[in-house]
């Protein structure tokens, strides 16, 4: 029985996917608060790299070259394993095949590194000095403290206050790789200022802390703005996920009947989906397609379709999404990454659409599924993660009821090792559940 | 440039590499320290399975089956990647070629999986229901943990209590696989008992730990101890890593003038090191081996070669070994797992015969070396790890300066997530150096 499906160097993908050229509805524009026009590239490059902002509104190219120096950077830590989840489908007892793309062993623990690596590549491309993001549980700002250190460039993190408090040893990493982390929302922006007067006990979102990195970029010279999720640009640069997973799956033999990723603002559901999406669209395939949220977040099963902005002090343009309100503040689960109020663009017109799902999950069953995961599969999933184990422990009991014999495949998006002070919460019974608030 | 060598599944090794079946000397006895008679399978079985302490004495094979099942549980994460560090090449600015076995990916995070699974295995099949074992900074115990877990067995871990206060988060690891930790010295054993009488605040070290698994597996009914480290069917166990590090040396078109790892007890050294050491005994190939090792517990450097206890109440029959003393109190340096008074009894003879050298590394050069690597190469590496790292940065800087293209491969036995409290205080300055205090 082989467990793991691996790909060559030669096999690599070198050009990612980008779904908006196949979507049979495009994505409506984002518009400027203002002047409620569509903005454009050169809207968008005064605060992102202006490839980023080319290919954020890029709805004609489905295929986009990989550069050269990044393809090279993948090969140092991909492609991620296809792993077959034997363990885990025992314990349940299903018929199901289970499988999972592997992102947790990527260097700095998650997928994020996928999208961290083009943005610092185009940043410095493009003549950029200086880069600065939000992060939440701090996977996304790890990963973007090492790119910028690949590409030679300087990192200035603003993280989330309480997932900072949470998971100390985020911090220290990117500290690590040289980049400088503050706690959001802070006093040295005026948005944090705004938001401490008002709430001098705010734990931050990353609504908050996507604001104080805006105000940052825009406020210093030679500095671009980059995000880990919501954006289309994202979501295309982790197509890497999904077009690997493709290739592993026709190695085992078989190709998903549902896909399963856990959702923030979508890097890692659309990395995995968009590429089995793709044969839904062209072929008529009938993939599920699963995203699992927070039951205490849960803008796809409860937000609201519409235009909002993007951070919490409304410096984004307004997108269309499906949103809880750009001043939602969400409780303090440790699946930090989760902790948004709004779902990325293009994902938000595909559950519009209904070709897709949200499923939202309580924390203690998230950690449930996690504590099997790991006995069984002997990798600590992060917090985020758990919610897609749980959503596909879920799925994998209902084929166990049904008896039928369903693949499917999640995204490990990445490892929990940060996040022990949770678990060691959950072991001693001190975890708690947390219902929308909104 | 190809970064990554991997192996499929079907290349993978199926035996084990069992060097005291070449050695020009084999190595001299343990001896029971009442009788002064060499200790045999029937005595070593009171303590080990009896599979491993038949491997202890096998002086006869060279080749040892893998069991299907563990062979089975090793697809999961094997063949670990063998990866061209060009990043820290560059750094370096040195004419060698660096590699590195990235043991770092395995689940738990380093090359103890490779060996808790089959102690726990051999248990299993030999009918026993509960492990014990001591664990410094915590990788072999959370190895255990998962790999008991595996094979349906209790475990309970005496970790260091040092280590356990650096590294909080390796016991939470342990307790998430479902094991018991308790820290050592501690007061549930009589050994413990005695250590905290003479020192009330004495921090632990492997051989306290020892004496207290050790103590609990022999009072214990249906009870086996286990050691991840020192001894040889551990050595036998993780040739895994120099054999497949061979055939991927192999397909990289290189064969390695210098071979290094980290030293404590020799796991991962002998792991690493002696398969490639056959081929100097069987075909006089030069290849150099390196042990690093901490400058504060410099048994390699330091030790006087002599019949010696492996842990500090004296429990375990004497071993001929390169021995700081037993009762040896090493600092608190953060690299736990080389906070050991004793070489394992096969390094301890190829050191006395001249095939292999020892190094140490103050603590200080260490981080240094590992924040480098981290920023070149996105690893962050355990901090015993770092001594390997430390010493390869050495040899090549010497290459720089002579000219040549030697080929080094280290092995990177873990990741250094779970030890951040070490790298903030590194980043903040307060990391001090310790000297030898014997």
Partial sequence: MQKRFLLDESEMPTQWYNIQADMPNKPMPPIHPATKEPVGVDDLSHIFARECAKQELDTEHAWIDIPAPVLDMYKYYRATPLVRAYGLEQAIGTPAHIYFKNESVNPLGSHKLNSALPQCYYCKQEGVTNVTTETGAGQWGAALSYAAKVFGLECAVYQVKVSMQQKPYRSSIMRTFGATVEGSPSMSTRAGKDIITRDPNHPGSLGTAISEAIELATTTPNCKYTLGSVLNHVAIHQSIIGLEAEKQMAKAGEYPDVVIACFGGGSNFGGIAFPFMRHN?????????????P????????????????DS????????????????????????GLRYHGAGVIVSQLLKDGMMSGVDIPQLETFEAATLFARTEGIIPAPESAHAIAATIREAKRCAETGEQKVILFNLSGHGLIDMQAYDQYINGDLVNYAYNG
């Fill in 281 to 293: 669209i062209l072929e008529g395939k009938q993939t599920q397609f699963i995203a699992a949220e």
């Fill in 295 to 310: 039951e205490c977040c849960p803008k796809l099963t409860r937000g609201e379709f519409r235009y909002d902005f993007g």
């Fill in 313 to 336: 002090a409304g410096y984004t343009p307004l997108l269309p999404m499906f949103t809880l309100g750009h001043e939602f503040k969400p409780a303090n689960i440790h699946a930090g």
